[in-house]
């Protein structure tokens, strides 16, 4: 069972906006630990889509954006595109197991 | 940006032994950490363990404690992930991943190394 709580799956048209829910406890991201997205596609290793709750990397178009709230984060995608069909997971560190959790990945289908 | 290089894919019986590896391209920088990520068939990200390259200080998630050995050679920048009797199930795409500090990001994955366990 994930630590963290993603939706399985979510989807939507091309252009809309679709928001991906990550839900924790007070042992990792209710505490001071940051929440990291990831895009993982098919035959490739996971890319950092942000870090640090609200960061993104060089090269990750502005469509990503990210908040944390309390125990909670959130990764938004306005203007779907095709491309953005995969799976895509939150991951923190978890002060109790003194290492990295993840959430079980949400597949998003860009219809 | 640093490169994380993991060793090819492995096909395995039940009860064999293996070891994978991951090398990362700043040999000569040992102090981060590396942690060992296990994707299994039509499954999520699964953190296994971590180990620090300057020390080998080893932390594992308690789903795989006892059941694979994470190891490193800081001479070379590699950490290693050992089963000493593989089963069916550890079936899975394994990623080596490294954060800036141990509650960072993610920023640097290796390709990941498939292994098989099959009869």
């Known amino acids: 069972q994930p630590v963290l709580t993603q939706p399985p799956s979510m989807s939507g048209a091309p252009g809309q906006r679709v928001v991906i829910s990550c839900t924790g406890t007070?042992?990792?991201?209710?505490?001071?630990?940051?929440v990291h997205w990831y895009q993982h596609l098919p035959g490739t290793a996971p890319k950092l889509l942000i870090s640090g709750n609200v960061n993104r990397p060089l090269g990750v178009p502005d469509r990503f954006s990210a908040s944390k709230s309390d125990a909670s984060a959130s990764l938004a995608i306005t203007g779907l595109q095709a491309e953005d069909e995969g799976d895509y997971y939150c991951?923190?560190?978890?002060?109790?197991?003194?290492?990295?959790?993840f959430g079980g990945g949400t597949k998003l289908t860009v219809l | 940006e640093v490169q994380l290089v993991q060793s090819g894919a492995e096909v395995k019986k039940p009860g064999e032994s293996l070891t994978i590896s991951c090398k990362a391209s700043d040999f000569g920088f040992t102090n981060y950490w590396i942690g060992w990520v296990r994707q299994m068939p039509g499954r999520g990200l699964e953190w296994m363990g971590l180990?620090?390259?300057?020390?080998?200080?080893?932390r594992y998630s308690p789903s795989f404690q006892g059941q694979v050995t994470i190891s490193a050679d800081k001479s070379t920048a590699t950490a290693y992930l050992q089963w000493t009797g593989l089963k069916v199930s550890d079936t899975a795409m394994y990623f080596c991943a490294r954060p800036r500090h141990i509650s960072g990001a993610l920023d640097s994955w290796g390709q990941g190394t498939q292994v098989t366990v099959s009869s």
């Open positions: 180990i620090f390259l300057g020390d080998s200080e080893t």
């Open positions: 007070s042992s990792n991201i209710g505490s001071v630990y940051d």
């Open positions: 991951q923190s560190f978890d002060r109790s197991l003194g290492g990295w959790v």
